[in-house]
């Protein structure tokens, strides 16, 4: 178990600040999990990473929205929240360090896929030659990292990993961006009486900011491949609304090769488009994708630079 | 170097089957050193993996293409390569199976990431609670479970893995998907005065091939993301000299967080679109996009079905 237990830190810590620590948080095995227990009502939110904005979309994430056995039908996205990622450097207590304070000692580093991209010009300098061995979780690499005999091994993960484990911090903030943040999704089933993601706010307030929250929506789609402009017909759908696209990613459709279905993700402002905006493009795009599907709208919670 | 070495196991094969068992083949350490190799003319060509048919595109390579630091800024695609991928689950030579027959023996496996995505179905079925261990390449797992004393552990690798490691074979095919293929790159230096990329063809045969052939051209861009339709535009230009879209890719800018990198592949069909239909593309994206980039062309060596 304590494997899963500790894949779970980074989203623990996302949850917790989210909801505020009255929330009972109920950890699950995986990503499939957590949408499998808001399919079925076995909890009222899951909290699932979906893009980081240096290394990229969470692709695990976009296969579980495809739902291309429609086994997630009634989950939809309500919320969104962003956590600054830090990485450091650890090692077990107490190791024995080069002479001179290099990091010459360490011969071996775990980490897991994510955090290798988050901290590649730190790695480049320091740990050129230097082995790499993925595992499931950066905090599964702090573990590792702590019962090592040697010493001579490292690890990349979190402040709050290293003081979980009891590991030692031997470099801080070692990402390669000071804006490294990772941006979660809340789902919730669509049957649910909750109304919205009501997370860290009472209901009073979110009346008052949906005046002038701008909202995000996500839909996925497939087009006839053969079709020329088939992806321009359904993007231009958008424009003409006068819609902003925040993202666009593909998967494999896994119906056929190199057939994709897409995820669009645009963003309604008050003032600017009408409050039935989204209704109207998914009725025309309806008719210009094979298939489409609205995937939940959300308050924005990114803080817009003026 | 046993590490790096495995991890060529697979483009290995690619490579031979792509430029037959004549051409000199120099592996290296990473797809970033490959690239290295072709801005500074130290091999011809290299082969790297761009997409995989039921996982998706390999994040890496794209980044890689992106070119953030300007360091690849000769290196151009001037072909492709599709190589049927098929799994198999391995153990050591002559481990002691369960009586029953079953896998219930394996306690642990190893394989690549991309291999767990691949395989989904099979695992699921038959090691739903057995843990996973990630690895840089299907070759290392296949390397990790030949030596593995207890006989407890199992490998997702190929065949080929298979016998070069000297690991027994339990079960074939257990790939997802029958079609399940990965797509490589064939990249070279724009200085080169290899013309074209004249694998495993000859030059009189890739002239009249060429007659009749669809070439696809792959461009990166970035857009304005406070421009309502900025992606829209881009794509409308494509649409409007009648070229269909074969991929659409993003991946963060890291210029500035949630701003992105699009990587855009159409098809040019002989017949249908003029010869300098491309130069025309190019000069309309200039105009409504930030930056823009051709990252060459190449003749489309999918097979399509009629």
């Known amino acids: 178990m304590n494997f899963f237990f500790s894949l779970l830190l980074t989203f623990h810590q996302a949850a917790l600040e989210s909801f505020g620590s009255s929330a009972v948080l109920s950890p699950r095995l995986s990503f499939a999990d957590a949408f499998a227990a808001v399919q079925h009502n076995e909890t009222d939110y899951a909290v699932i990473p979906f893009e980081n904005s240096t290394n990229g979309s969470v692709v695990q994430t976009l296969d579980l929205l495809a739902d291309r056995d429609g086994l997630y039908s009634d989950v939809v996205v309500c919320g969104e929240y962003y956590l600054t990622v830090h990485h450091c450097l650890l090692t077990r207590k107490n190791a024995v360090p080069s002479a001179d304070g290099s990091y010459r000692f360490i011969t071996k580093l775990y980490s897991h896929p994510q955090a290798w991209g988050q901290c590649e010009r730190f790695l480049s300098k320091h ?6 061995q993925d595992v499931s979780s950066t905090s599964k690499a702090a573990e590792i990292v702590s019962a090592e005999e040697t010493g001579h091994s490292a690890a990349i993960a979190s402040r709050f990993a290293a003081e979980y484990h ?9 990402e390669d961006r000071a804006d490294n943040t990772t941006r979660f999704l809340i789902v919730k089933n669509i049957r649910s009486k909750r109304t919205g993601c009501a997370h860290r706010t009472s209901d009073a307030m979110d009346m008052e900011e949906s005046q002038t929250a701008r909202w995000k929506t996500l839909i996925s789609f497939m087009i006839n491949h053969s079709s020329p402009g088939a992806l321009a017909d359904a993007l231009l759908i958008f424009k003409a609304h006068g819609m902003n696209l925040t993202s666009i990613n593909s998967r494999p459709s896994r119906i056929r090769a190199w057939q994709y279905i897409f995820f669009v993700e645009c963003e309604r402002v008050p003032g600017v488009h009408d409050d039935d905006v989204m209704e109207r493009i998914l009725e025309g795009l309806r008719k210009v994708t094979e298939s489409c599907r609205n995937l939940g709208s959300w308050k924005d919670r990114l803080i817009h630079e003026v």
């Not at 740990?127 to 790499?132: A, G, H, L, M, P």
């Not at 590991?167 to 070692?174: F, V």
């Open 127 to 132: 740990f050129k030659n230097v082995e790499r």
């Open 166 to 174: 009891g590991a030692d911090i031997l470099a801080a903030n070692i």
